[in-house]
């Protein structure tokens, strides 16, 4: 129940979160995305835009509940369960930011739901390495939390 | 073509920031102690520490990078798109860490795959 109240919430701010920031970056001049003085306006615009501002309190929202859950559910069962979060984001996409969606982006973003369960089949439960790995999880989004970053932490 | 290679730049920059703080984390061991004076100490060797400022440092490249993303491409196909990271993790193990990567976890990675290349039609 806990668990499910606290992936919902983290699933829910992290689809938001890309809503809002896509929203913040749709008007920003593409000119200015290469150029040095360009990451500076960036960086600007991230502080001083309201949908960037939401966009990036949803991000940390997201973070503290992954987090939360992850320190006492197992890798494999959160990434299943925030799987999901990509047809909501895609969802999204459709009904409020107005994008045509493609069947072939449907059924693509389906098959990649279906192949992260598959792969997350892969984590073992309560291993050792999952456990001192939860630290190591500080990202942005839902695929950031990861073995191979264990893995490799532990072998230096 | 740009749009894949900001996307390469997300993956790549993610999972280094990734390694950065992990490995940071590592070295300043494991956080059992939660009083206030233990906590800002926690604080102060976490802001010390290099690996966590590296770490940082990517960590904003990958955030930097999907904003400038989103500016250019559609979020129904950047959100799903960075789903590719799971192909680039199991490539990483069995390549640079030589771990032993299971037949279900490569055909989860294909699947992803599979998905990528159907939403970039």
Request: one cysteine or more; proline letters at 3%.
């Amino acid at each position: 129940m806990k668990t499910t109240l606290v992936l919902t919430v983290a699933v829910l701010a992290n689809s938001v979160s890309s809503v809002c920031l896509s929203k913040g970056m749709k008007d920003f001049p593409d000119g200015q995305l290469f150029s040095a003085s360009g990451l500076l306006v960036m960086g600007k615009h991230v502080i001083t835009d309201p949908w960037m501002i939401a966009g990036v309190m949803l991000l940390i929202t997201f973070l503290a509940a992954y987090l939360t859950a992850l320190s006492w559910a197992d890798l494999s069962f959160v990434l299943p369960a925030t799987a999901p979060g990509y047809i909501v984001t895609l969802l999204l996409s459709k009904f409020y930011l107005g994008e045509s969606i493609s069947p072939a982006r449907w059924a693509g973003t389906v098959l990649i739901v279906l192949g992260t369960f598959l792969v997350a089949r892969t984590y073992q439960p309560s291993s050792s390495t999952l456990a001192t790995g939860k630290t190591g999880h500080e990202g942005f989004h839902e695929t950031l939390a990861k073995p191979t970053t264990d893995a490799l932490g532990d072998s230096r | 073509m740009i749009n894949f290679l900001l996307l390469s730049t997300v993956i790549l920059a993610g999972a280094a920031g990734d390694v950065s703080v992990a490995h940071g984390m590592k070295r300043i061991g494991e956080v059992n102690r939660f009083s206030l004076i233990a906590l800002v100490r926690l604080a102060v060797r976490i802001a010390k520490n290099k690996y966590i400022g590296l770490g940082i440092f990517w960590k904003a490249v990958a955030f930097f990078t999907f904003i400038a993303l989103l500016a250019r491409a559609d979020l129904s196909w950047v959100a799903p798109a960075t789903a590719i990271s799971f192909v680039v993790e199991t490539l990483a193990a069995r390549y640079l860490l030589r771990e032993h990567v299971s037949t279900t976890r490569w055909a989860g990675a294909s699947i992803v795959c599979l998905g990528v290349a159907l939403i970039s039609l």
